[in-house]
T-cell receptor, first 116, second 118 residues
Framework: DAEITQSPRHKITETGRQVTLACHQTWNHNNMFWYRQDLGHGLRLIHYSYGVQDTNKGEVSDGYSVSRSNTEDLPLTLESAASSQTSVYFC???????????????FGPGTRLTVL | GENVEQHPSTLSVQEGDSAVIKCTYSDSASNYFPWYKQELGKGPQLIIDIRSNVGEKKDQRIAVTLNKTAKHFSLHITETQPEDSAVYFCAASLTPEAGGTSYGKLTFGQGTILTVHP
């Protein structure tokens, strides 16, 4: 079955370190998204991509970057981790399916990141 | 940009009662309104969605209503069961058919913690 996976599921790092969170989907979706979830804020969009070599900034993109070299993967990099980036990160993907539903976003299980 | 407000933040009901969660949005161009359920330790999962050309949609015990003029939409869960206990999020976005270069991005409400007591 098609799925979307994230790794690692839990990560503890120190302030100033570079961290990369992986997202891999086997839906063959063109669209991929990264969100962060914080109490009281719901989920907020960090970056998104509509296809290979396409990346766009979301609502809370400062301190984060993404790259899209293939359809399946959209890694999220924290260039220099800060305590304010302690959060739960979710990756999602969407695209046309056999049922024609192109708007539904499928979410991964999340990565809990702690920056000390 | 789009702003979505969701109320209440917590909702406690007895098993068998109905639960209603309400959301308002600010961007009149938004035309797609999904509802997600998130269980502890998991990612959000779509439970129902509605497009702006429809006023109401129902799927078994779950229904969503949309008032485009007032820019608000609501989730209705009837005959609640303990397994309905979770965090529920509303969201708003533009579909690809709406045109433009900024489709598919979801703007979420703050979430509602629903607890159904047996």
């Amino acid at each position: 079955d098609a799925e979307i996976t994230q790794s690692p599921r839990h990560k503890i790092t120190e302030t100033g370190r570079q961290v990369t969170l992986a997202c891999h989907q086997t839906w063959n979706h063109n669209n991929m998204f990264w969100y962060r979830q914080d109490l009281g804020h719901g989920l907020r969009l960090i970056h998104y991509s509509y296809g290979v070599q396409d990346t766009n900034k979301g609502e809370v993109s400062d301190g984060y970057s993404v790259s899209r070299s293939n359809t399946e993967d959209l890694p999220l990099t924290l260039e220099s981790a800060a305590s304010s980036q302690t959060s739960v990160y979710f990756c999602a993907s969407s695209g046309p399916t056999t049922s024609g539903r192109s708007n539904e976003q499928f979410f991964g299980p999340g990565t809990r990141l702690t920056v000390l | 940009g789009e702003n979505v407000e969701q109320h209440p933040s917590t909702l406690s009901v007895q098993e068998g009662d109905s639960a209603v969660i309400k959301c308002t949005y600010s961007d009149s161009a938004s035309n797609y309104f999904p509802w997600y359920k998130q269980e502890l330790g998991k990612g959000p999962q779509l439970i129902i969605d509605i497009r702006s050309n429809v006023g109401e949609k129902k799927d078994q015990r779950i229904a969503v209503t949309l008032n485009k003029t007032a820019k608000h939409f609501s989730l209705h869960i009837t005959e609640t069961q303990p397994e309905d206990s979770a965090v529920y999020f509303c969201a708003a976005s533009l579909t690809p058919e709406a045109g433009g270069t900024s489709y598919g991005k979801l703007t979420f409400g703050q979430g509602t913690i629903l607890t159904v007591h047996p």
